[in-house]
């Protein structure tokens, strides 16, 4: 099957495909990786589900599926990202026994999968619509994470959403609702859904993060959406499914 270096890409593709965004992120967030996996897996665990054969699309330097693969040791483990830069740091994973490939994944004969993860996914691309209604399919559970990028702070300053599109390239943002009512409108069914504290314990926070972290906090013991909404600095993990997909007994 063809891949993503067979035709020309769109503006929105060519930054990592063409190295503009490994110029701005050279690590690729593999600090992050523990932290992310252990939201996934603490979701996946709430829901009773231990998925065998797990894809990670858009799956960076694989730093998530190396976590994931120490949890579930009898998982089928595959990873997909269009970017040379990622694929570099694939090496280091030798003996792993994941699968990574280089290839935009709805152009793959992949097979189906129990589980699908999505992390910082949605938010770059061109039309998350088209995406996920492509993918809907391709299996029976599907994790997203969802930078919070929009709140009330962030619009009234309007730097903040410039900074994330220009760095890290997001082009959609998002509230809680927002974002589910994404996956909803695709056909996908909600099992869970939790906020992750991002701004308060995930690795790799920037100064005026940790910064705003004590009204965050005073602000989440009363109400976490409000905090978010108001404040932002959260991200939000959701468990879906497919709506044939019935719940486990």
């Not at 994941?98 to 039309?127: C, P, Q, S, W, Y």
């Not at 599109?165 to 909600?190: M, P, S």
């Not at 099992?191 to 991002?198: D, L, N, Q, S, V």
Request: neutral net charge; hydrophobic residues 45%.
């Amino acid at each position: 099957m063809p891949d993503a270096r067979d035709h020309k890409p769109d503006v929105v593709t060519q930054r990592y495909i063409e190295g503009a965004y490994a110029a701005h992120n050279p690590t690729w967030d593999l600090e992050d990786s523990p932290w992310k996996a252990a939201q996934v897996l603490e979701v996946l665990g709430a829901a009773g589900l231990k998925p065998r054969r797990i894809a990670e699309v858009g799956c960076g330097a694989g730093g998530v599926l190396i976590e994931i693969g120490r949890a579930l040791p009898e998982a089928v483990l595959f990873g997909f990202d269009i970017s040379p830069d990622a694929a570099s740091f694939w090496e280091r994973h030798g003996g792993s026994g994941i699968t990574f490939k280089m290839a935009d994944f709805l152009r793959e004969d992949t097979g189906h999968f129990d589980l699908i993860l999505l992390l910082d996914v949605i938010e770059h691309l061109a039309n998350p619509f088209e995406f996920l209604n492509a993918i809907r399919d391709r299996a029976d559970c599907f994790v997203f994470h969802f930078p919070l990028d929009l709140s009330a702070l962030s619009v009234l300053r309007e730097s903040p959403l410039l900074h994330v599109r220009e760095k890290v390239g997001h082009i959609h943002y998002f509230t809680r609702g927002l974002a589910l009512a994404l996956l909803q409108e695709c056909d996908l069914e909600i099992m869970k859904w939790k906020y992750t504290g991002a701004g308060l314990h995930a690795p790799q926070r920037a100064l005026r993060t940790r910064l705003a972290g004590l009204p965050r906090r005073l602000l989440s013991l009363l109400s976490r959406d409000l905090s978010a909404r108001l404040l932002g600095g959260e991200t939000l993990m959701v468990l879906a499914r497919r709506r044939t997909i019935p719940l486990p007994s």
